[in-house]
């Protein structure tokens, strides 16, 4: 197994997790991804890219608050963790996790995710 | 009459070679004749890696985006050489970059030189099964479904943007790096080599960032004023390939009249598995390219 797909499959184990991904957000491809993601996929993950790069235009380094480092997409049934992973070349990853909101504490899965996230490109 | 271009038309005759490829497990190189042309290397029917002129590799990101310094490269290299190991296990080893962040690069690389391949013109295709001779091969490849996928996907948001610096020298306007708009990361980058005298490939090799996502990057800069084309050059654009048009009677003819590979699937499988064929190119270990040799690959386009 890749060291990318081992990873992304500690990820997808956490508690309400139902899929995992890396996303380039300079080209919006989904690089690898693993569990059950949705159908569209791909065109949600170059939107969700696309929404990563503007909001880094406006809380980008060099900002009062620092570089863009999570967003968060709530809806009723679903939790969106799209953390950044800053890489060279390029204009870093998405790790983007989908969670089912009704198995998980928001801040616990955000904690999680955070503390797996460094171990995704090592 | 409307014409409908399929998925499979949107890649292009790549798209059954890369699949017919993967279905017989094949391992060796797809030699592709075309502008810009290029090998796909394969192993067990996975794409581990593309060489073409018209993309940089993983050897030109990793070097002029100073991700990896030269040092550390020629040493990382010379140990790999030395001990017939893979050169990523040796990159990796010496802490110079991550296995997972190698892993990325790699699969970005292959998608964009299969993009910039599928987008170009491709007069003929030839299979040459043998070991693998790529110098940092993707470990496991890529599918070819996803790999099409994913050119088709880069072809269909090319042809959406409403300006495509694809094949132009564009040159940036005048008084862009101080404007009041704060630049997005890597634009100014590319505000202080737009001479006019670059390419969007040229850029990218510059760059040391991906072709594709150098063109995306041009398209907003265009968009936003920043950048404005400077003369337009010969060569191919991207995702303009030129196709085959269904002609009467539901036949396929060549869109310029230049002799087209045969389609028919058991002649195709014939010359993708042809077990036994001798080689007509030398086997040379990739590895053992001096490094000057190297850096003039990654040369600007005259």
Known sequence: MSSLADSLGQVAALQGVRAAALIDIETGTVVRSVGAPRSGFPAAAASMADEARLARAALGPGEPGGDLDEIALVTDGQLHLSKILPTRPGGGLLLFVDLDRNQVNMGLASLQVRQLAPAVLA | ?302
């Open chain 2, 1 to 302: 009459m409307n014409i409908v271009i399929s998925e499979d038309d949107l890649v292009g005759p790549l798209r059954e070679a890369l699949l017919v490829a993967a279905v017989a497990g094949m391992s060796g190189a797809l030699r592709v004749t075309g502008d810009p042309g290029g090998t796909i290397h394969l192993a067990d029917g996975r794409v581990v890696g593309i060489d073409t002129p018209g993309a940089p590799g993983p050897e030109v990101l990793l070097l002029r985006s100073h991700r990896v310094s030269e040092p550390d490269w020629d040493t990382a290299f010379a140990a790999a050489a030395a001990t017939g190991g893979p050169l990523g296990a040796e990159l990796v080893k010496r802490g110079l970059i991550g296995s997972g962040e190698l892993e990325v690069l790699l699969w970005t690389t292959v998608a964009d030189a299969m993009f910039v391949l599928a987008s170009g013109s491709v007069d003929e295709y030839r299979a040459e099964p043998g070991p693998v001779e790529f110098v940092l091969p993707l470990d496991p490849g890529a599918e070819a479904d996803w790999l099409l996928a994913e050119t088709a996907r880069r072809l269909r948001v090319l042809e959406s943007l409403p300006a495509r610096p694809d094949r132009d020298r564009v040159v940036a306007v005048s008084g862009a790096e101080r404007s009041g708009d704060r630049l997005a990361g890597g634009q100014s980058e590319i505000l202080a080599l737009a001479d006019g005298r670059r390419t969007p490939r040229d850029l990218a090799f510059a760059l040391g960032r991906g072709v594709y996502g150098t063109l995306l990057q041009l398209a907003r800069m265009h968009e936003a004023g920043l950048l404005v084309t400077a003369s337009y050059r010969a060569g191919f654009q991207f995702g303009a390939r030129k196709t085959a048009h269904p002609a009467a009677g539901g036949k396929p003819v060549p869109a310029d009249g230049l002799p087209r590979r045969s389609k028919d699937p058991a002649a195709l499988a014939r010359r993708v598995v042809p077990l036994g064929r001798t080689r007509d190119l030398p086997a040379t270990l990739g590895l053992l390219r001096p490094r000057a040799r190297r850096d003039a690959d990654a040369g600007e386009t005259p």
